[in-house]
Antibody, heavy 117, light 111 residues
Framework: DVQLVESGGGLVQPGGSLRLSCVAS????????MHWVRQVPGEGLVWVSR????????AYADSVKGRFTISRDNAKNTLYLQMNSLRVDDTAVYYC??????????WGQGTLVTVSS | QSALTQPASVSGSPGQSITISCTGT?????????VSWYQQKPGKGPKVMIY???DRPSGVSNRFSGSKSGNTAFLTISGLQTEDEADYYC????????????FGTGTKVTV
């Protein structure tokens, strides 16, 4: 079965850094594009970033560009999101999701990031 | 960057049909057919219900159907059931230089 398991969330002060991980299993990780999506509790889904299967081609939402870096280690079946210069409005549940032919067909359970002093 | 526009809420009685709209621009919804719809229940991750405007993943009920006209996509749920009560989000890839993917604002469906 396909599984995506996020980790790395927690409480961090404004201006701080955090690295999220998403471990994939049940499929050939290196064949798929992957995304990070976030959701403030009680609010809507917001796309954050995408990385192609080659690990080189990436894209970001304007709100995180220059502060967040998406990467992947295909040997470890793991997706990452390095988040620097965190702001209060980055507080959200962060989901990783698999992209299969332009649809996000599997999602993790999410990891909560809280940015607060 | 603007989210796609959806109605905040739609309601219906069991057995009825409802339709949710998702309005974008010619750079996203109107620009290609990679429009998807996701269902999200409380405390859970989203589940894809429709992709490429009209296609259903295996295992999704045929009561769910999708369509598009111009810059607006639609999700129709026929024979509404109590288990359909959830939040629904549309999404689209975009031709914009600055954004690859965009979600809708979300619609709460009440049965």
């Amino acid at each position: 079965d396909v599984q995506l398991v996020e980790s790395g969330g927690g409480l961090v002060q404004p201006g701080g850094s955090l690295r999220l991980s998403c471990v994939a299993s049940g499929f050939t990780f290196s064949d798929y594009w992957m995304h990070w999506v976030r959701q403030v509790p009680g609010e809507g889904l917001v796309w954050v970033s995408r990385i192609k299967s080659d690990g080189i081609t990436t894209a970001y939402a304007d709100s995180v560009k220059g502060r967040f870096t998406i990467s992947r280690d295909n040997a470890k079946n793991t997706l990452y999101l390095q988040m620097n210069s965190l702001r209060v409005d980055d507080t959200a549940v962060y989901y990783c999701a698999r992209d299969s032919d332009y649809k996000l067909d599997f999602w993790g359970q999410g990891t909560l990031v809280t940015v607060s002093s | 960057q603007s989210a796609l526009t959806q109605p905040a809420s739609v309601s219906g009685s069991p057995g009825q049909s409802i339709t949710i709209s998702c309005t974008g621009t010619s750079s996203d919804v109107g620009g290609h057919n990679h429009v998807s719809w996701y269902q999200q229940k409380p405390g859970k991750g989203p589940k894809v219900m429709i992709y490429d405007v009209t296609d259903r993943p295996s295992g999704v009920s045929n009561r769910f159907s999708g369509s598009k006209s111009g810059n607006t996509a639609f999700l129709t749920i026929s024979g509404l059931q109590t288990e359909d009560e959830a939040d629904y989000y549309c999404s689209s890839y975009t031709r914009s230089v600055t954004l690859v993917f965009v979600f809708g604002t979300g619609t709460k469906v009440t049965v």
